[in-house]
């Protein structure tokens, strides 16, 4: 009967992967003994009875994934000189579709540390996240590289949203219980410092081919904010005199969220587990120079001037190359930026559902589903493995379905003191791929003694009163 309970159950999961539409690889594999573990899911902290995770190093974390396109299909051999490389602006054009993406994100945690009273663990981490999404129509590409030499007579430059940047600092405060021997919950209380956003409401921008003349209808609102980033961009120096610049470092302080996590694990029986958890249920409210990007007349047919730049000048300064492209953007989609004096955002918030289970002692079969909001949009993926088990070594090898079929990944920790993992979308060449992320970290971690039962047996006295006699 098991038997049959678990092939229906991978049976679904198989049938759900049809469903998938976006991925974003990497943080999805994880062992929940390791400490970093309470970052997906609250009530995972592992058998530690006390950990700290070193400095900058606990965990790095790296990731990028794209709708198709990969590193190769921009940047490959020149046909003409084998030894050199060329910017392939044509392929590239040809593997793109009518709506693009291109997702990039960074995870540092500097600094974490947890211990364990009893059933109760008790946590601390903080991290600097940066979330980031970029969706952009082929239309918008051909216009910017090849002009307005279009037959057809209607086209999609922006549509929905365009951009989607998140970058912030977290402090979570975190506990778990172990309620009884099979359920165990966990939550964290979270306050954000922002440090820089960009938010797309309304990015809507067409243009009309009609009588020779092309007109611009435009419905665009993007709200900006940054501190960090302004500061890095102006060129002002955050250390001066040796001393640091209150005005600027209150910049940070002004961009303030918070939020929450929560999980629960749940065991089935001796070898199976089921987990849930919300990761990020929370909101940051910006203020640090914060601006607003909008049409000046909004849906009103406007005639268009044109891009005043050109990609063969990408070469001699490619940091001109995009302030002519923003400022051409601008003027040519009839746009204005004016002071905001605030605005509040969502932090993207992660949902996990876990199911492992245990054969053979020590091996494992295991799935994880994530859903992910962001940019007013929802993504989600389905990752399966295999993963083997000892108290010093953990192994696991696995692939994530979404978008595409091919999606490996493998990940290894030793003692839960160092772990590593990787993951590749569809090609394990890096050029070839279309997203490409890996983590790894560093903790100081102390098991728990494991205490052992002992059963005692209690014997019923002899009657050795007639010794006596």
């Known amino acids: 009967m098991r038997n049959i309970r678990i092939i229906v159950l991978f049976a679904s999961l198989l049938a759900f992967v049809s469903t998938l539409n976006a991925q974003r690889l990497g943080d999805a594999v994880y062992f929940s003994s390791l400490p970093q573990a309470s970052q997906y899911n609250p009530a995972f902290h592992g058998d530690n009875s006390f950990y700290l995770s070193i400095p900058a190093l606990g965990k790095l974390g790296f990731n990028f994934n794209t709708s198709g396109f990969a590193w190769h299909d921009f940047v490959n051999q020149h046909p003409d000189y084998k030894d050199s490389l060329r910017l392939d602006f044509e392929g590239f054009d040809k593997k793109l579709k009518d709506n693009n993406y291109f997702d990039l994100g960074f995870t540092d945690e500097i600094l974490g540390f947890g211990f364990k009273i009893g059933k109760n663990h008790f946590s601390f981490d903080v991290l600097l996240n940066v979330e980031t999404k970029l969706s952009f129509s082929k239309g918008l590409f051909d216009l910017i590289v090849y002009g307005t030499d279009y037959k057809d007579k209607h086209m999609n430059i922006f549509d929905k949203k365009l ?74 120096n955050l250390f001066k005199d040796g001393s640091v610049e209150n005005d600027d470092f209150k910049l940070s302080l002004n961009n303030m969220g918070f939020g929450f996590d929560v999980g629960a694990s749940y065991k089935l029986n001796e070898d199976m587990q089921l987990s849930f958890s919300l990761v990020d249920v929370g909101y940051i409210k910006w203020k640090s120079n914060a601006n607003t990007v909008r049409s000046k007349h909004p849906n009103t047919p406007v005639e268009f001037s044109g891009i005043r730049t050109s990609y063969n000048n990408i070469g001699d300064d490619i940091d001109q190359y995009l302030d002519d492209i923003v400022d051409s953007l601008k003027y040519a989609f009839d746009l204005e930026t004016v002071e905001n004096s605030g605005y509040t955002t969502m932090v993207p918030t992660k949902v996990y559902l876990g199911y492992s289970w245990e054969f053979f002692s020590h091996n494992y079969l295991n799935a994880l589903y994530k859903g992910r909001f962001i940019g007013g949009g929802y993504e989600n993926s389905l990752m399966l493995n295999y993963s083997f088990k000892m108290k010093y070594f953990q192994l696991s090898l696995g692939n994530t379905f979404a978008s595409k079929f091919f999606n490996p990944n493998v990940f290894v920790s030793l003692a839960d003191i160092f772990y590593f993992g990787a993951s590749f979308a569809s090609s394990l060449n890096a050029a070839d791929a279309s997203g490409l992320s890996f983590q790894f970290g560093f903790n100081v971690a102390l098991k728990s003694k494991t205490e052992k039962k002992t059963q005692v047996e209690d014997t019923p006295k002899q009657d050795v009163s007639f010794l006596e006699k």
């Not at 402090?171 to 009884?180: H, S, V």
């Not at 797309?200 to 904010?225: C, G, M, P, W, Y």
């Open 163 to 236: 951009l989607d940047v998140n970058a912030y600092v977290s402090y979570a405060l975190g506990l778990f219980r172990e309620i009884n021997d099979k359920l165990t919950v966990g939550g964290n209380l979270k306050m954000y410092m922002g440090l820089a956003n960009v938010s797309s409401k309304k990015t809507n921008v067409h243009l009309d081919f009609r009588n020779d003349k092309i007109q611009t209808l435009s419905d665009v609102e993007i709200n900006t904010a940054n501190s960090f980033i302004h500061w890095y961009m102006t060129g002002d």
